[in-house]
């Protein structure tokens, strides 16, 4: 009896390791006959782990599908998921140029400008006469991501000087951080200000490239000494944009111009610093700058 139970047991072995020695090329083509979706479906309906060979191909395939599908609707988790499986490919192989290739190319439509960069360096160390640079335009992939501007009236009252920061970019669309400071002192107006605005901005493309609609929400902090009254407040305000922007991705000159209503919230100190609302002020500005990587 026990020489039974060990035969069997050996038996079940041998088929089991046998299975586990599939090599996903024996199937690949056939996989690939369907269209996109059902191949998506058909790999993912796989066990991986029966396959012992080329599994490096089958997060390549996998990668590739979700890539295709971006081109419609253009919904970059796609391209997210297909770099998920070149990950996955390259962890199997790490300098599996395929892989490496369309690493590079979702990076790209990502607007990764770093990423895309390094996974086109990694291919041209396998293929040193490659032209890869005209599949991944990484010249245009590379957004200069810092601005400098002045705007006139605008989220500040008067003026104000600015920084910002693109910190995220997702294909066309766009998201900015905004630091400011303006200061005046003016006798004739009977008043001296300070002021600190931030806001963060939705860039959507819109006509030809480097036009753009802009949305923003911000904050405004300020103190101002009134000399007639011979006190001190401290105000913040809540912003709001929308407008132009005019932007390229490469650098250069930048302006903008948009409606900026504000609504005041006061903080007087001659209230004991109790907080009052003020009026909804409908206002405008304009700014011009150097954007720079």
């Given at each position: 009896m026990r020489r039974i139970i060990l035969c069997i047991v050996l038996f079940l072995g041998c088929v089991s390791v046998k299975a586990q020695q599939r090599d996903y090329l024996s199937i690949r083509?056939?996989?690939?006959?369907?269209?996109?979706?059902n191949w998506i479906g058909a790999l993912n309906d796989l066990d991986t782990f029966s396959f012992s060979k080329n599994i490096h191909l089958y997060y390549t395939d996998l990668g590739m599908a979700y890539y295709s599908l971006?081109?419609?609707?253009?919904?970059?988790?796609?391209?997210?998921?297909?770099v998920s499986n070149f990950q996955r490919a390259l962890y199997h192989i790490t300098m599996h140029d395929e892989a490496i290739q369309y690493m590079a190319m979702a990076y790209g439509l990502l607007g990764h400008c770093d990423e895309a960069k390094r996974f086109i360096n990694l291919y041209k160390k396998i293929h040193p006469q490659s032209n890869i640079e005209r599949v991944v335009p990484v010249n245009s992939i590379c957004i200069q991501r810092n601005t400098v501007f002045l705007e006139v009236l605008g989220t500040a009252g008067l003026y104000s000087l600015n920084y910002e920061k693109l910190i995220r970019s997702e294909y066309k669309i766009k998201h900015a951080a905004r630091i400011g400071f303006s200061y005046f002192d003016i006798h004739a107006l009977d008043l001296a200000s300070a002021t600190v605005p931030l806001s963060y901005s939705i860039l959507?493309?819109?006509?030809k490239r480097n036009h753009y609609l802009e949305i923003a929400l911000g904050l405004e902090f300020s103190r101002s000494h009134y000399y007639s009254l011979d006190y001190t407040a401290n105000y913040i305000s809540n912003s709001f944009r929308l407008?132009?922007?005019?932007?390229k991705k490469m650098g250069g000159a930048f302006y903008n111009l948009g409606w900026t209503p504000s609504y005041l919230v006061y903080i007087d100190k001659r209230m004991d610093e109790v907080f009052y609302y003020g009026p909804l002020y409908a206002w405008a500005g304009f700014g011009v700058g150097y954007t720079f990587k």
């Open positions: 083509d056939s996989l690939k006959s369907v269209n996109t979706k971006f081109e419609f609707p253009r919904d970059s988790a796609y391209l997210f998921q297909a959507f493309p819109i006509a407008g132009y922007r005019y932007q």
